[in-house]
């Protein structure tokens, strides 16, 4: 077994359509990044590749690649999902906390598991999400940033 943690953390910018755990929610911040900005994905793509010993989402998807900017985030964790394949590793769980005042994400949770599950090619058990706020403190209590932490578990290939 092997465990990674990820955390990944992104201003807001202007009011649109919010890209988060490969959902989008209309009529909310968007977050500013390289890609589409989506925190959640990100923080996961961080603790596989941790759990996996290769590095950081940063070290695949430099910000300064112009193949990457804009894309969809979920392309991006289906690519470290190809990687895990390859190193002769599978997904057993992950554990994602989404830190945010706003908007309130209870309602788009179960479609959040159903993407990143997808992605990966594992159960919608095997993805859990949660949100939480940050009790007004701060940057992400004020409502300018949005965090995501997670926790990745790796197992060998199964047979």
Not at 2 to 27: C, E, Q
């Amino acid at each position: 077994m092997r465990v990674g943690t990820g955390y990944d953390v992104h201003r807001f910018r202007d009011t649109g359509t919010l890209r988060l755990g490969g959902i989008d929610i209309a009529d909310a911040p968007l977050l500013a990044g390289h890609s589409d900005g989506d925190a959640l994905i990100h923080a996961i793509i961080d603790a596989l590749l941790g759990a996996a010993g290769q590095g950081d989402i940063g070290q695949h998807f430099p910000p300064d690649d112009p193949s990457t900017a804009g894309i969809d985030s979920r392309e991006l964790l289906t690519r470290v999902a190809r990687l895990l394949v390859a190193r002769g590793l599978h997904v057993q769980n992950i554990d994602a906390t989404v830190i945010a005042e706003h908007p309130r994400l209870a309602a788009f949770i179960p479609a959040m598991r159903e993407s990143v599950a997808g992605c990966l090619g594992v159960p919608v058990s095997a993805v859990n999400v949660k949100a939480t706020t940050h009790e007004r403190l701060g940057s992400l209590g004020s409502g300018q940033a949005l965090a995501a932490m997670a926790v990745a578990l790796l197992g060998d290939a199964l047979p």
